[in-house]
């Protein structure tokens, strides 16, 4: 249960750099939970209705409605000797805040039974309804893991690339290559161009005209340079 190697790919990369900065900002943390079976889900799901203790979740084993029986949830608890659970000094808050900036879901932003020493992948909505949709049982969602899922330093330069690429769409220089895409205010301009044999494009029906230059032309025109 507390093998972080069970753990979707993803959210162990997201754990090991949650670990990471909270270390950084001096708070340590340990790992509890990770992958539950449906035994143990269903074991819990007694705690508090047929067993004794308050109630824990309200998760049912063969339901498969915890996030832990995916893969895609680990809890953690206080490492630093003050006790697993003491939060006098909303030390579960300012967990959960540093796993929000990574990406993850906490939850304590449950809408039910806050769950402050949890944390899940955001991927697939809050409960596994989409999970259990889609992949009718964690079995078969294990299966298409494999090795293709992105760490997050590769997901990082993907999304980056992603970016850049659009940016450079957006910048890149528009070409008009028919008359008719001209815009009104170009279009005698051009025409007039053209007919006097001044500007002609790569063929007689490519313009072959960049915006820039058409944007020259036209002022030109107003100027009085071509009349
Ligand atoms: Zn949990």
Do not use: C, M, Q
């Given at each position: 249960m507390r093998d972080i190697n069970t753990l979707h790919p993803k959210l162990q990369d997201l754990l090991y750099a949650l670990k990471a900065e909270c270390e950084k900002q001096g708070l340590k943390i340990g790992i509890s939970e990770c992958l539950r079976t449906k035994e143990e889900q269903d074991r819990l799901y007694a705690k508090?209705?047929?067993?004794?203790?308050?109630?824990?979740?309200?998760?049912k084993g063969s339901s498969y409605s915890s996030m832990h029986q995916w893969g895609v949830a680990f809890d953690f608890y206080r490492n630093?000797?003050?006790?697993?659970?003491?939060?006098?000094?909303k030390f579960f808050e300012k967990i959960g805040k540093i796993g929000k900036s990574l990406g993850l879901f906490w939850?304590?932003?449950?809408?039910?039974i806050k769950d402050l020493p949890h944390f899940q992948l955001?991927?697939?909505?809050?409960?596994p309804a989409k999970l259990k949709a889609e992949y009718k049982t964690p079995e078969n969602f294990f299966?298409?893991?494999?090795?293709?899922a992105m760490t997050v330093e590769e997901q990082r330069k993907f999304n980056a690339l992603v970016k850049q690429v659009e940016e450079l769409t957006l910048a890149k220089e528009r070409i008009y290559?028919?008359?008719?895409?001209?815009?009104d205010w170009a279009r005698p301009t051009v025409q007039k161009l053209l007919d006097r044999g001044i500007y002609s494009g790569?063929?007689?029906?490519?313009?072959?005209?960049p915006e820039t230059l058409m944007r020259v032309l036209v002022i030109n025109d107003r100027a009085g340079l071509y009349k």
């Open positions: 508090g209705r047929t067993e004794k203790g308050s109630i824990v979740t309200n998760a630093d000797g003050s006790g697993a659970y003491e939060n006098g000094d939850g304590g932003d449950f809408k039910s955001a991927d697939w909505g809050v409960t299966k298409t893991w494999e090795n293709n290559h028919y008359t008719k895409e001209l815009p790569v063929s007689d029906s490519d313009l072959d005209l």
